[in-house]
């Protein structure tokens, strides 16, 4: 009961910034299910002056994204999860979906994400 796992939308922010302080985002959509205390403001490494990220949220994904995003419920998960992010240690997988068919030419392209 730590750890919250949720598939966040395409079109959906993680947590408030300009013009969504109030609706539209993932910690919006999540009050009530999440323990006060881990929506309150946490301190960002990010350097990010203009956005509000509560402690529940220790990864970002873009606006545009769909995909799995683990929220922090306790304060302990939230500093576990955030170590692993920032270590690097988490394991990712990015997967794309593509429209139309390939060309002949078309082939697998294994690249790094940073």
Known sequence: ???????????????????????????????GRLPAKMLEHRESYTGEADSFIPRAVVHRLDKGTTGVMLLAKT????AHL???FKGRSMKKRYVAVL???PSEKAGLSKIVVD
């Open 1 to 31: 009961d730590a750890v919250l796992a949720i598939s966040k939308p395409a079109g959906m922010l993680c947590h408030p910034s300009p013009g969504y302080w109030d609706h539209g985002t993932v910690t919006h959509a999540l009050e």
């Open 75 to 78: 304060p302990e998960a939230e």
């Open 82 to 84: 955030a170590s692993q």
């Open 99 to 101: 429209l139309g068919r």
